[in-house]
């Protein structure tokens, strides 16, 4: 059982930045590839980006590549979410997910159902 636990989120205006991190129990990540999603209010979970913790191979969705960047560290265990010019349509809860790295590789891990452990969320609020 692999615990996630995300923090970072808040409000900033367009134009902002903000970094989220998510700290995972597990001491090892290595079989593992970790996606950040989002959901606004009435909208359906959205991928955001994802990182395979051997390796470091990224995958961006189209509207926050420039703009996001994934990046983890080994020895905490933790992956940070940079994100910088945001947008009031970035306005969302920010999830990230663990799951096993073969959804990397099968390119299925744009799928919010493919992932196996999900922290609570954090807000982040991006006003204009």
């Known amino acids: 059982q692999v615990q996630l636990v995300e923090s970072g989120g808040g409000l900033v205006q367009a134009g902002g930045s903000l970094r989220l991190s998510c700290a995972a129990s597990e001491r090892t990540l290595s079989s593992y590839a970790v996606g950040w999603f989002r959901q606004a209010p009435g909208k359906e979970r959205e991928f955001v980006v994802v990182?395979?913790?051997?390796?470091?191979?990224?995958s961006y969705a189209d509207s926050v590549k420039g703009r996001f960047t994934i990046s983890r560290d080994n020895a905490k265990s933790t992956v940070y979410l940079q994100m910088n010019s945001l947008k009031p349509e970035d306005t969302a809860v920010y999830y990230c997910?663990?799951?096993?790295?073969?959804?990397?590789?099968?390119?299925?891990?744009?799928?919010?159902?493919?992932?196996?452990?999900w922290g609570r969320g954090t807000q982040v609020t991006v006003s204009s």
């Open positions: 997910a663990a799951g096993r790295s073969r959804i990397f590789y099968s390119g299925s891990y744009y799928d919010y159902g493919r992932y196996d452990y």
């Open positions: 990182i395979i913790w051997s390796g470091g191979s990224t």
